[in-house]
């Protein structure tokens, strides 16, 4: 996903006036992109994807050491509750 997806999204739900709770928009990508598996297929130079689907910027070396810190944080989280 583009970086500043959740504001285009949040700018299209007001523009179309769609039937959807910020809270739930901001939950639903919150659960996408917190997920290990998104986070697992963040590759350097992968494509990011606009509201619309098209190509918008491409991932960095930088994008993929901060995914693999959150991973690791994500994981010794999940090891503590086991």
């Known amino acids: 996903m ?6 285009a ?3 299209d739900k ?3 006036e769609l039937p959807i709770s910020t809270k739930k928009l901001k939950r639903s990508l ?7 598996k998104y986070r697992t297929t963040i590759m350097p130079g ?3 994807y606009d509201k619309d689907g098209q190509p918008n910027g491409t991932v960095t ?10 991973i690791q ?5 999940q090891s503590r509750i086991v």
Not at 2 to 7: N, W
């Open 14 to 16: 007001k523009n179309r």
């Open 9 to 11: 999204l949040l700018a």
């Open 30 to 36: 919150a659960a996408i992109s917190h997920s290990v």
């Open 61 to 70: 070396e930088l994008d993929v050491a901060d995914t693999l810190k959150r």
């Open 2 to 7: 583009v970086v500043g997806i959740r504001e």
């Open 73 to 77: 944080k994500l994981a010794k989280q």
């Open 46 to 48: 992968a494509a990011r």
